[in-house]
């Protein structure tokens, strides 16, 4: 199954109005999460361990396409 692209008011015109129902696969709470998302600054705790983290980039993950 491959993911369907909407933009951000139709979802969330979609999970107002179904999001309550256990067909659908998103709630209203899940898609303002993922709206608002949810990331830090990870660069202290990288400097900290003294680990250089790889890059999310083609070229380290080249080993997916096998």
Same mark, same amino acid.
């Given at each position: !199954?491959?993911?369907?692209?909407?933009?951000?008011?139709? %979802?969330?015109? !979609?999970? @107002?109005?179904?999001?309550? *129902?256990?067909?659908?696969?998103?709630?209203?709470?899940?898609?303002?999460?993922?709206?608002?998302?949810?990331?830090?600054?990870? %660069? =202290?705790?990288? %400097?900290?361990?003294? *680990? @250089? =983290?790889?890059?999310?980039?083609? @070229?380290?993950? @080249?080993?997916?396409?096998?």
């Amino acid at each position: !199954m491959s993911p369907i692209h909407v933009k951000d008011v139709r %979802a969330l015109i !979609m999970t @107002a109005l179904f999001g309550h *129902f256990e067909f659908f696969p998103i709630t209203r709470d899940q898609l303002t999460i993922l709206l608002e998302g949810n990331t830090g600054n990870s %660069a =202290p705790i990288f %400097a900290r361990l003294r *680990f @250089a =983290p790889t890059p999310f980039n083609e @070229a380290s993950l @080249a080993y997916l396409r096998s």
